[in-house]
């Protein structure tokens, strides 16, 4: 009577376990990302990026992104995408092939946009702190003049021929350079990205980022950024970058 009592409850035991372990596997597999709220309200960076355009822009189209790549990610349910998505997209090769485009796409837009949210202060503009001022001082020459930063970005970021963006990164070597990706592509990923590093400076310039208030004057786009970069923000992705 006790040996089949011991039996029954260590069957119940061993059920239990399995239970908890595929709950917990469901639970890695199955996580959502979710779309981040700005850290400033939709109408702080006016007059350079105007409210419609950031209630669409973060509301509609980063959002959508999320929503698109969490919709990809629910088709292969066996994948473990974790919960950074900087690290999923570094290197696409990990995930299924079935959704490696999806995800390419829109966990590039959740990355990018996220990072360029964060990057965008209404207290913004100004010139380069710290370590990066340095840096910037030593590549370019500062941030004016014809070899200047804000020169050589606006050639990446005018030059980007349909979407993309625009960066400033920091490279293996620890240099820095100006670089553009198409589409939602970003600088992380590895084998996809012609020039690779961490990301330091970001500008999307989609259509959607400007259109209502430049329409085509791309060119009054980028330089209204400068006006919202948060430099201390830029100086402290930088400093994590060359540590």
Avoid: C
């Avoid at 040996?3 to 061993?14: E, V």
């Amino acid at each position: 009577m006790l040996r089949r009592h011991f039996i029954i409850k260590s069957s119940a035991l061993a059920l239990s376990l399995s239970t908890l372990k595929l709950f917990a596997s469901n639970s890695q597999t199955s996580m959502s990302y979710t779309l981040p709220p700005l850290a400033y309200p939709t109408n702080a960076l006016e007059p350079h990026i105007d409210v419609a355009t950031m209630e669409i822009h973060h509301g509609k189209h980063h959002n959508a992104y999320v929503t698109n790549l969490n919709a990809a990610l629910a088709k292969e349910p066996s994948f473990a995408a974790g919960t950074d998505v900087n690290a999923l997209i570094a290197d696409l090769s990990k995930v299924p092939e079935s959704i490696r485009t999806a995800v390419r796409n829109n966990a590039g837009g959740h990355a990018n946009h996220t990072f360029f949210w964060n990057l965008l202060s209404p207290n913004g503009g100004g010139e380069p702190v710290g370590a990066l001022a340095d840096a910037i001082n030593k590549t370019f020459g500062g941030l004016e003049g014809e070899k200047g930063l804000k020169a050589l970005f606006k050639t990446a970021a005018t030059g980007r021929f349909g979407s993309g963006w625009a960066w400033l990164i920091v490279k293996a070597d620890k240099s820095i350079a100006v670089t553009s990706t198409p589409n939602q592509d970003s600088p992380l990923m590895k084998g996809v990205a012609d020039v690779n590093g961490h990301p330091v400076l970001a500008l999307d310039v989609w259509e959607h980022a400007y259109y209502l208030k430049y329409q085509n004057r791309r060119p009054d786009y980028i330089d209204a950024f400068w006006k919202v970069i948060d430099w201390k923000k830029a100086n402290e992705l930088y400093v994590q970058a060359i540590s």
